[in-house]
T-cell receptor, first 113, second 113 residues
C-alpha cells in the first residue's frame, strides 16, 4: 500500500519557539494532504486540508496564523506550529490522499515545555 | 452536523469473533473506512467499503453496511492478541476543500488469551 512518512516522530521544545513537521508521500503523488490532531483518548480532529499549490483550508476553530501549512509539492506538506505553547502539546497526524483513500503518517508527538 | 459514533470499549477472548459497530450521519458519504491504531502509532487503513455495497470480506475482516440505518460494522474473525488496538470508523465528507474524513472516537479492542 501507499506509504506516508512524518518527521520528526518526537519533538520537545520550549514555549515560544516554532516547530515544523514534515509529511511526505513516499510512493505516490498526493494533490491533497490533511493534518489532524489527536488528543488523549479522543478522536482525530481535522485541522486543515491542503491542496498542492494553493492555500490550505482550515477547519473552524483552528488558527491559521498559528498552524502554518505549506504544500509546495505533490509529495510534501509541512505544518509549522508557531510560538508554541504547552496547550499545543499533542499528537499530530498527517494523511495523504491517493484516489479515494487516505493513507496516514505515523504521527508526530509534540511536547511543549 | 456530521457525527460518527462508536462504542468505546470491547473485550473479547482470543479465538472469538469481535464485532465493532459504528453509526454515521452523512448519507452522502461515498466511502466508509475502518482504521486501526496501535499504541503510540499512526493510523493503518484496514479496509473500506463503497456506499453502494452491503458487505465486503477481506480475509479475517468482514464489513457490513446498512445504508438505510447508517450503520457500519467490522467483524474480526478468530481474534488474536495482536488485534488489540483502537479501531476508528470514518466517513468521507465533501467540504469546500475536497473530501475529508470524519472519525469516530475509536473503539478500544482488548483481546485476552
Amino acid at each position: 500500500g501507499a506509504v506516508v512518512s512524518q518527521h520528526p516522530s518526537w519533538v520537545i521544545c520550549k514555549s515560544g519557539t516554532s516547530v515544523k513537521i514534515e509529511c511526505r508521500s513516499l510512493d505516490f503523488q498526493a494533490t491533497t494532504m490533511f493534518w489532524y490532531r489527536q488528543f488523549p483518548k479522543k478522536s482525530l480532529m481535522l485541522m486543515a486540508t491542503s491542496n498542492e499549490g494553493s492555500k490550505a483550508t482550515y477547519e473552524q476553530g483552528v488558527e491559521k496564523d498559528k498552524f502554518l501549512i505549506n504544500h509546495a509539492s505533490l509529495t510534501l506538506s509541512t505544518l509549522t506550529v508557531t510560538s508554541a505553547h504547552p496547550e499545543d502539546s499533542s499528537f499530530y497526524i498527517c494523511s495523504a490522499r491517493d484516489h479515494e483513500t487516505q493513507y496516514f503518517g505515523p504521527g508526530t508527538r509534540l511536547l511543549v515545555l | 452536523g456530521e457525527d460518527v459514533e462508536q462504542s468505546l470499549f470491547l473485550s473479547v477472548r482470543e479465538g472469538d469473533s469481535s464485532v465493532i459497530n459504528c453509526t454515521y450521519t452523512d448519507s452522502s458519504s461515498t466511502y466508509l473506512y475502518w482504521y486501526k491504531q496501535e499504541p503510540g502509532a499512526g493510523l493503518q487503513l484496514l479496509t473500506y467499503i463503497f456506499s453502494n455495497m452491503d458487505m465486503k470480506q477481506d480475509q479475517r475482516l468482514t464489513v457490513l453496511l446498512n445504508k438505510k440505518d447508517k450503520h457500519l460494522s467490522l467483524r474480526i474473525a478468530d481474534t488474536q492478541t495482536g488485534d488489540s488496538a483502537i479501531y476508528f470508523c470514518a466517513e468521507s465528507l465533501l467540504n469546500q476543500a475536497g473530501t475529508a474524513l470524519i472519525f469516530g472516537k475509536g473503539t478500544t479492542l482488548s483481546v485476552s488469551s
